[in-house]
């Protein structure tokens, strides 16, 4: 059974840090590509950064390039997302969501979520 | 960039009733890459379709979706009182890699 658990969410200041980590399991976790997806406090589903399997290549949503990165531990099943300089529009619950194949390019299996507040 | 706009906004409809919801791409868009979610609070987005046509693994087949190029639907044939829920469509592209519709409220009657 696929499973993918978030953690590291909480309360930071603006300008603040925060890492996220996402274990997996029940799947080859180096074979696919994954993702982090948030959501606002009433707001709809924004797709934040993906990696690919091999853990070559990382990419970035406009609105959090060159604070956010994106990063694997192959070795441990484990997706990262080390949030820097946040900021109250970054405050969202966070998914992390395992990539299907190349050929359809959707999000197949996702964690809970972890909730992300950022508040003085 | 690609925007994906969802139609309508909020859809009131009662249990055994058909639902259409749609989707419309700013662009064209490969029909190999659009998907449905069902999104209830407090709860993970589920996968529904993939690749425009195709349902996810335990999907009902009361759900189907259809469409290519710049237009694509979301149909639930008869309403079950667990389909009431917010429903996203996603396509995968370049610049963003991924892009969400806002979304279709599907709330009853």
């Known amino acids: 059974e696929v499973q993918l658990v978030e953690s590291g969410g909480g309360l930071v200041q603006p300008g603040g840090s925060l890492r996220l980590s996402c274990a997996a399991s029940?799947?080859?976790?180096?074979?696919?590509?994954m993702s982090w997806v948030r959501q606002a406090p009433g707001k709809g589903l924004e797709w934040v950064s993906a990696i690919p399997g091999s853990g070559g290549g990382t990419y970035y949503a406009d609105s959090v390039k060159g604070r956010f990165t994106i990063s694997r531990d192959n070795s441990k099943n484990t997706l990262f997302l080390q949030m820097n300089s946040l900021r109250a529009e970054d405050a969202a619950v966070y998914y992390c969501?395992?990539?299907?194949?190349?050929?359809?390019?959707?999000?197949?299996?996702w964690g809970q979520g972890t909730l992300v507040t950022v508040s003085s | 960039e690609i925007v994906l706009t969802q139609s309508p906004g909020t859809l009131s409809l009662s249990p055994g009733e058909r639902a259409t919801l749609s989707c419309r791409a700013s662009q064209s868009v490969s029909s190999s890459y659009l998907a449905w979610y069902q999104k209830k609070p407090g709860q993970a987005p589920r996968l529904l379709i993939y690749?425009?046509?195709s349902r996810a693994t335990g999907i009902p087949d009361r759900f189907s979706g259809s469409g290519s190029g710049t237009d694509f639907t979301l149909t639930i044939s008869r309403l079950e009182p667990e389909d009431f829920a917010v429903y996203y469509c996603?396509?995968?592209?370049?610049?963003?890699?991924?892009?969400f519709g806002q979304g279709t409220k599907l709330e009853i009657k």
């Open positions: 996603q396509q995968y592209g370049s610049s963003p890699l991924y892009t």
């Open positions: 969501a395992k990539g299907t194949t190349v050929t359809t390019r959707s999000f197949d299996y």
């Open positions: 029940g799947f080859t976790f180096s074979g696919y590509a």
């Open positions: 690749g425009a046509s």
